[in-house]
């Protein structure tokens, strides 16, 4: 079997995504495809667009805001927190050390939707408590101290294949989020960790990278965009550290559900007429979600 026998075919940005996503869950009575799979491919690095300006983040945010949502800036927050990033003038130890020293104060910022922690700092410490800042217990390793920063073990394994001319073992460039000592539940609403891990994946001959998420449920307009454009500058910034560029983002979800959507009225005519507007512009060859309702 090819993998063009069985792969999700490629979006050309993120705003495609979303939008074809979109117009195919609409299609079904229960709002859910499953499963899903969507991914976003340019070999010279992924573009991300401005979200300040950019016709689509501007209609879900409005959305999203009348409705007591997240924006999609403090969705993608969780999964990579650019502004901190950039406080930290690309000193990448300290960004790792203001995330970790925030982090009760996010959780404090969002009781209810952090109460499991946060994504980005499960992957630059996966051994420490969010609510106490404490370390859990987990036993260092030669590659991974107690407090569990699997970013920065992949970052090493990405320069090594760099360096080398070669790739890794790929199993090393992985990274866990749910954890099922303190993620297990028997709550019928439990807020967090949907997203399970993440698979890093360099071409040392093409300089790129490849980022694929794997996610448990996913709320499409509520997280998805956030979620995704998250992800792509949590792969951006993997690749820069290890002289790379993000050339592919992928994402697998069990079950992409919408059953929070948004409301009839203006808001949702303003979003419906750019989401049609974008995928007017796309070829019908190029519309790409893998879906089985």
Not at 57 to 63: F, Y
Not at 218 to 234: D, H, I, P, S
Not at 246 to 268: E, I, S, W, Y
Request: charged fraction near 25%.
């Amino acid at each position: 079997m090819t993998s063009a026998d069985f792969s999700p075919r490629t979006e050309p940005s993120l705003s495609a995504a979303w939008a074809n996503a979109y117009l195919a869950i609409r299609k079904y009575s229960n709002r859910e495809i499953s499963p899903f799979a969507v991914s976003i491919q340019t070999p010279s690095g992924l573009s991300l667009s401005d979200t300040l300006s950019d016709p689509l983040v501007k209609a879900i945010d409005a959305c999203l805001d009348s409705e007591g949502y997240q924006t999609v800036e403090k969705v993608a927050f969780t999964l990579f927190p650019e502004r901190t990033w950039r406080l930290c003038g690309g000193d990448r130890q300290e960004f790792y050390k203001e995330a970790m020293r925030n982090l009760r104060t996010f959780v404090t910022w969002e009781p209810r939707k952090n109460q499991g922690g946060m994504y980005f700092t499960r992957l630059i410490g996966f051994g420490v408590d969010h609510k106490s800042g404490e370390l859990i217990g987990y036993e260092p390793t030669k590659v991974l101290a107690a407090d569990g920063n699997q970013l920065e073990h992949i970052i090493r394994q990405c320069k090594l294949s760099v360096e080398r001319g070669r790739k890794v073992a790929r199993m090393q460039l992985q990274a866990a989020v749910f954890d099922p000592f303190r993620d297990l539940t028997t709550s019928g609403q439990p807020s967090f960790p949907c997203l399970q891990h993440v698979v890093f994946d360099p071409d040392v001959t093409a300089k790129g990278l490849s980022l694929t998420a794997f996610y448990a449920t996913q709320q499409l307009f509520v997280k998805a965009y956030g979620n995704w454009l998250g992800l792509c500058r949590l792969g951006a910034f993997v690749a820069e550290q290890a002289g790379l560029k993000l050339t592919r983002f992928t994402c697998f979800v069990g079950a992409q559900k919408m059953d929070k959507a948004p409301k009839n009225g203006p808001l949702h005519d303003k979003l419906f007429g750019v989401v049609k507007d974008i995928v007017g512009e796309v070829p019908a060859d190029k519309r790409a979600v893998t879906a089985n309702a």
